[in-house]
């Protein structure tokens, strides 16, 4: 029921102000009233509807939403929104991702620094022979060690948000066959910044990734 219902109201199927009646829901999705009540409660903890009694859940502005939720952005890359969803992403990561980078460099341990030249390593081994699955695999644990060794925890939170922009462009294919080799390049040049405590450096090429992102959202989702 929530693999159908939420994409559906991320969508806008159920414009802001709609209300989804418990009766209702358990006709069309041939499910009891309990296991409505616990989708609506999932739904409410992501924002997206507000419950009252003898009235129903209500559908929420777009603006209240729980837009960091890893299932919201999921659903949301599903729909329609998806060129509009991956270009806030990544704008977010652009503005993240290099202050991140930078308190790596700094903050990093030894065990972190490996990690990161690991997938690194491994993003360069699966970037061509269309291995995307794979190469996704090394790129999404790159980010979130990134996010972690900045040592801010605020940081970290936002590993679950870059693993779900970076899986659905995969999944929905806003990526070319292979990755960019310039872009595969500099992952691996923000390992040795990191390494090398080269704090700026790693700002500058983590910068250099993001705007590489956007850039490439240009070409494969140009904006209308």
């Known amino acids: 029921m929530l693999a159908q219902l939420g994409p559906a109201i991320t969508a806008g199927e159920y414009p802001t102000g709609s209300v989804l009646r418990a ?5 069309r999705y041939e499910v009891s ?6 989708a609506v409660r999932v739904l409410e903890s992501m924002r997206l509807v507000e ?11 777009i603006e209240e939403w729980n837009v960091y939720d890893p299932q ?5 890359l599903a729909g329609s929104d998806r060129a509009r969803q991956l ?28 990690e990161l030249t690991e997938h690194a390593l491994g993003m360069v081994a699966t970037s061509r022979g269309q291995q995307l699955d794979a190469y996704l695999v090394h790129d999404v644990a790159f980010h ?5 060794a900045s040592g801010n925890e605020m940081f970290a939170q936002l590993g679950d948000v870059v693993a779900a922009v970076l899986t659905g462009r995969t999944q929905h294919q806003v990526m070319f066959v292979d990755p960019d080799p310039a872009a595969v390049t ?13 704090a700026a450096r790693a700002e ?14 240009d070409i494969l989702t140009p904006e209308e």
């Open 23 to 27: 009766d209702e829901l358990a006709e």
């Open 33 to 38: 009233r309990t296991v409505v009540r616990e």
């Open 87 to 114: 270009r806030s992403l990544t704008v977010l990561r652009s503005a993240v991702e290099p202050v991140a980078a930078r308190l790596a460099a700094e903050l990093a341990t030894a065990e972190q620094c490996a």
């Open 72 to 76: 919201v952005i999921t659903w949301r």
């Open 186 to 198: 500099l992952h691996v040049r923000v390992a040795e910044a990191v390494r090398a405590r080269d």
């Open 51 to 61: 419950s009252r009694r003898r009235v129903g859940a209500t559908v929420r502005p």
């Open 144 to 148: 979130r060690v990134i996010l972690r």
């Open 204 to 217: 500058e090429l983590t910068r250099e990734i993001a705007v590489g992102a956007l850039a490439e959202l």
